[in-house]
């Protein structure tokens, strides 16, 4: 495994099923290896980014992890859509100090008008703009 990781510190782009051993290591290797590659390409900088909830708890999906699942018993502050002036205020503000921004929201998916809304937030700011959905 060791070779496996000297590679890819070396700059090899490895197929999925060397990708798939990672697996097998111990977790405090895994994080090790993780260090070692991290120190080759990004040495000690850091991102720094900055998000908005923008709809947040009552989720209807049941992911074991979140606070946001209405499954999961927590003290999350639960509201619908942020309206639009506070989502543009807080992203111009973060644009401005920070660089990144990004706009979160729980559930699986938005709907029509959460879209419109989020497009009208991200008018002014689209010389910034990167959308990501996942
Ligand atoms: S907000 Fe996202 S991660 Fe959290 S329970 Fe809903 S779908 Fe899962």
Known sequence: ??????????????????ALKLFDLEIEDLCLAASKIRKQYKINKVKVCSI????????????????QSSFNKTDVKVYPSLDTEKIKDVSEKALENVGCFGIVSSGNSLNDNEIDKLCECLNNTRNHLILEYQ
């Open 1 to 18: 495994m060791e070779s496996l990781i000297l590679d890819i510190v070396n700059g090899k782009q490895i197929n999925k099923n060397e």
């Open 52 to 67: 908005i909830n923008a709809k947040s708890g009552q989720c209807s999906e049941d992911c074991k992890f979140c606070t």
